[in-house]
């Protein structure tokens, strides 16, 4: 079997990348997503790339079901089982106000109304110990109560973190009385202290549950009758891979597979370019996203807000720290209330699109002012093999204009550049609120509209260097071919860390070790094995705060951890903070374990700068650039490029599935590997 194959599924196109490990060649094909039945979309981009499934080693997935499910509310009926007295904790929350000034504040999303919160009489303290035994016969008569139309069950009882013995008898009374209903409970998603976070962890892993596994059930149907015997793996939002076995019964670890795809063929490709501090930016149809590569590793996070932290849910499973903005190419211009030009989150899509797909579409998107600019030629859109209609382009952004008194071109520059600030800002929330210089860092753009915006971006955050992979806008799906096997463990241990001993410590770390590697060994049937890692993780805080930072260990440090891991904290503190406290105490809040078994992957390409190059233009065109002149640019088409090739700005490169924008004052050159590196204010 020779091919590796990696689809990712958008809100707007479906990519696909395949890796012949027999020769070392890469394919790859994108297509529009089809929203009502995105396996149709698969399929068409599998035969797009003219792919031989009963020749496949792996298929690698990732995509937005379970994400849009939730940001659109559009999950199924759930309802949830918890302890008697709890019933409102996933309205209630945190009661707090992220959003303390706005007037018109709108509480979280709430999937689960009152009428489906049922009690159950049950109790556990804080240490395991059971208060009241699980009422079978309540439970049994919550269960029989609930409606027929109920399609999942969610069930989460109060310091099942400790013991989930409670959880586990009740969801094998709703299995055996209801059979024909998704079951979830929050032990088995997470084990860390905090019952609204685990609450909205389990309610949200039972919303999405149906409809991810039925979309699965599809998708291996398919692959089953094309003769496909290759191991279905679902991309993680962590940055690991699962089996779809797994993922139909945990959902909630898909919610940013394709995002936390881009991001580790990221830091592969760092690995190779020796650029170990990245900022990876992705974007496509539908948002943007952003996360930071420190060291070349991506920053992971233990809390993570699904729709944002104003108004989305906390969950408490592992994901990459992916900041994310409704800011894609098919992002939606119009005018506010109160007569302000404002652009998305809403999106085209591809249905009906924007407006120069001619599909139905009539709004101005992002697109279509990138193609009024005449930065994207329409006639080269996915190489040619889709067409774009620059009159309905430009016809909607001057129905657009006439509410600012401006004609096409002029507000088709104010849609991009109110799009690059709100990308810009979340950059800076992963950079300069967090105490970091974003000129300390490459910029790395993907996505099929990532490399049109990307030296703008870089430009107004002073980043000094825009790396555009080979294949950029088919990246997300390439990552997918870089992505290990993984399993993320974690318990909550509440202690001061100078009562606890490293025999303790490392005893529970190997207990957390022995869970992660019997779950990864679980799923690597059919998939090859090179060697298993582990890496080791502490929540530690100072005692009196409420937020942990999440420390690594060190590898080696088990024999005098707890007298080297002060000093860790304390600095890992001030590089966050700005300041730190030595001579306060610190405490453990949790302990973490990742288990990663490595799977074959291309190797990485080499950074090395061949000899410069210089290219003569294919073609020329007017280009409306952000100084707000028309400028006549140098069109090149980038597989024509030869490695070395140096382009001056203004310029722009023509990839299959992106178009590379080179502003004024910027030089771009072309690497070994067909990587294009460029460099701001170096052109002659």
């Known amino acids: 079997m020779t091919w590796r194959v990696a689809v990712d599924i958008g809100g707007t196109f479906t990519d696909l990348v395949a890796w012949n490990q027999a020769d070392g060649s890469i394919t790859g094909s994108k297509v529009l997503t089809v929203p009502d039945d995105p396996v149709v979309g698969v399929i068409r981009a599998l035969e797009h790339a003219d792919i031989s499934l009963p020749d496949t080693a792996a298929f690698i997935h990732g995509s937005t079901i379970a994400i849009n499910a939730v940001l659109q509310q559009t999950g199924v009926k759930t309802a949830l089982l918890t302890t008697e007295g709890f019933r409102d ?160 019964v945990q ?47 991506p920053e992971a996070s233990t809390e993570y807000f699904i729709g944002g932290r104003l108004l989305g849910l906390p969950v408490q499973v592992p994901f990459l720290d992916i900041v994310e903005v409704g800011a894609g190419g098919g992002s939606i211009a119009y005018v506010d209330e109160g007569g302000g030009l404002r652009v998305g989150p809403r999106s085209a899509g591809s249905v009906p699109g924007p407006a120069s797909y001619a599909l139905g579409g009539v709004e101005p998107t992002i697109t279509d002012a ?69 000129r300390d860092f490459t910029l790395v753009a993907y996505g099929g509209a990532g490399a049109v915006h990307a030296a703008s971006l870089a430009a107004e955050l002073q980043v000094p260097e825009v790396i555009v992979p080979s294949g950029a806008g088919t990246f997300a799906a390439f990552g997918m071919l870089v992505t290990d096997l993984r399993h993320d463990v974690a318990r909550t241990l509440l202690g001061r860390l100078d009562s606890i001993d490293d025999a303790e ?15 990864v060994t679980h799923q690597l049937i059919g998939d090859a094995i090179s060697r298993m890692t582990y890496i080791r993780k502490l929540d530690l ?102 490695p070395g090739a140096v382009v001056d700005g203004p310029a722009i490169i023509e990839d299959v599935a992106t178009t590379v924008l080179i502003p004024v004052r910027d030089r771009a050159q072309v690497l070994r590997d067909g990587h294009l590196r460029i460099r701001l204010g170096e052109a002659a």
Not at 203 to 221: D, E, F, H, I, W
Not at 376 to 392: S, T
Not at 505 to 519: D, H, K, V, W
Request: overall charge neutral.
């Open 89 to 248: 904790v996933l309205e209630m929350g945190r009661k707090n106000r992220p959003d303390m000034y706005n007037l018109f504040f709108r509480p979280r999303m709430c999937p689960v109304p009152r009428t489906l919160r049922v009690e159950v009489r049950e109790r556990l303290d804080a240490r395991g110990n059971e208060l009241h035994e699980l009422d079978l016969d309540g439970l049994r008569a919550a269960i029989d109560g609930l409606p027929d139309d109920v399609a999942s069950v969610a069930i989460s009882f109060l310091h099942s973190y400790v013991d989930p013995k409670h959880e586990i008898a009740a969801a094998a009374e709703v299995r055996s009385r209801r059979p024909d209903v998704f079951v979830s409970t929050s032990g088995a998603l997470s084990r860390e202290i905090g019952e609204y976070e685990r609450t909205c962890t389990v309610v949200v892993n039972a919303y999405v549950g149906p409809l991810v596994s039925g979309y699965l059930q599809r998708l291996r149907a398919h692959l089953s009758a094309h003769e496909c015997t290759a191991p279905l793996l679902i991309t993680q939002s962590n940055g690991g891979v699962m089996t779809s076995s797994v993922a139909v």
């Open 251 to 297: 959902p909630i670890r898909t919610l940013e597979s394709g995002p936390a795809a881009g991001v580790t063929g990221v830091a592969r490709m760092a690995q190779g370019l020796g650029t170990g501090d990245a900022i990876a930016f992705d974007m496509g149809g539908t948002s943007a996203k952003a996360c930071v590569i420190n060291r070349g590793e």
């Open 370 to 438: 990138n193609v009024t600019l005449g930065r994207i030629d329409p006639d080269y859109f996915l190489g040619g093999e889709m067409r774009l209609d620059a009159e309905l382009a430009a016809s909607a952004l001057t129905r657009l204009g006439r509410a600012f008194g401006m004609d096409g071109p002029e507000c088709a520059l104010g849609v991009v550049r109110i799009a690059n600030t709100i990308m810009a800002s979340a950059i800076r929330s992963i950079t300069i609120e967090r105490g970091r210089d974003p």
């Open 505 to 519: 410590l490392n005893a529970l770390f190997r207990e957390l070790e022995t869970e992660a590697a019997e779950y």
């Open 541 to 642: 805080r100072y005692v009196g705060q409420f937020h942990p930072l999440t420390l690594t260990v060190p590898p080696g440090a088990g024999v005098r951890l707890s007298a080297q891991l002060p000093d860790l904290f304390h600095r890992a503190h001030a590089d966050r903070y700005g300041h730190n406290a030595p001579r306060e105490p610190i405490e453990v809040r949790a302990l973490r374990v990742s288990a990663i078994s490595e799977v074959a992957k291309p190797a990485p390409g080499s950074g090395a700068e061949p000899a410069p190059v210089r290219v003569a233009a294919q073609r020329r065109r007017q280009v409306l650039m952000d100084d707000g002149g028309w400028h006549d640019c140098a069109v090149h088409r980038r597989p024509n490029l030869p």
